[in-house]
């Protein structure tokens, strides 16, 4: 399985997180159509396999070899099975990085995030060594703000990711 050969990034107590593969690409085209995904983060057009192929190596795939982290996927340590992604993003139109998250929601409700988000985050600061990592988050997703609470980072001011896009909440370390 592919699960067993990708060596993990992280270990968390119940999750795996390792660098996706084209080989996920199932995975992500049913992680990215979710509701809550569209919602909260956005509808990236994956419609198709090769969809989903594409915004692996165009987007995570891409990352890793630019920056040197990326979104990793989440898998169950008990049977492999994938539940998310999870991980580093750098955007053109942020200065700072961020913690970016997204779960099946067959799986929420258990500290899942917060445990895979919580590694991530230590991750970055100590083994990567960024100085700062935020959240950014739109104002109705109380799930996610209750996670980015729970990593430490309070409201900071507000931003927009795009010169027409919709204003959302930066979270950040305290100074
Ligand atoms: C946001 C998301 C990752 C949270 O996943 P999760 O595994 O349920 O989160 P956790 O179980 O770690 O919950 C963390 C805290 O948030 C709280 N929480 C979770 N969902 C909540 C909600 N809808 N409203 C209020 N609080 C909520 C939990 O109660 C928990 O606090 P507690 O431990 O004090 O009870 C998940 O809902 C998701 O994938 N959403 C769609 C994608 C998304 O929005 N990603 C973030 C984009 S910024």
Known sequence: MNSSITPPVLKTKRLILR?????????????????SF???IGDRGVRTLADARDYITHGPMSSYQRHGFGLY????KDGYEPIGICGLIKRETLPDVDVGYALLPQFW?????????????TYGRETLGIPRIVGVVNADNAGSIAVLQK???????????SDDGPEVLLFAPEA
């Open 19 to 35: 660098h996706l593969t084209p080989e996920d690409a199932a995975f992500i085209l049913d992680l990215l159509n979710q509701p």
């Open 38 to 40: 569209i919602q909260f």
């Open 73 to 76: 996927l989440a898998l169950l």
């Open 109 to 121: 409700g258990q500290g899942l995030a917060t445990e895979a988000a919580t590694a991530v985050f």
């Open 151 to 161: 990593l430490g980072l309070r409201f900071e001011k507000t931003v927009r990711l």
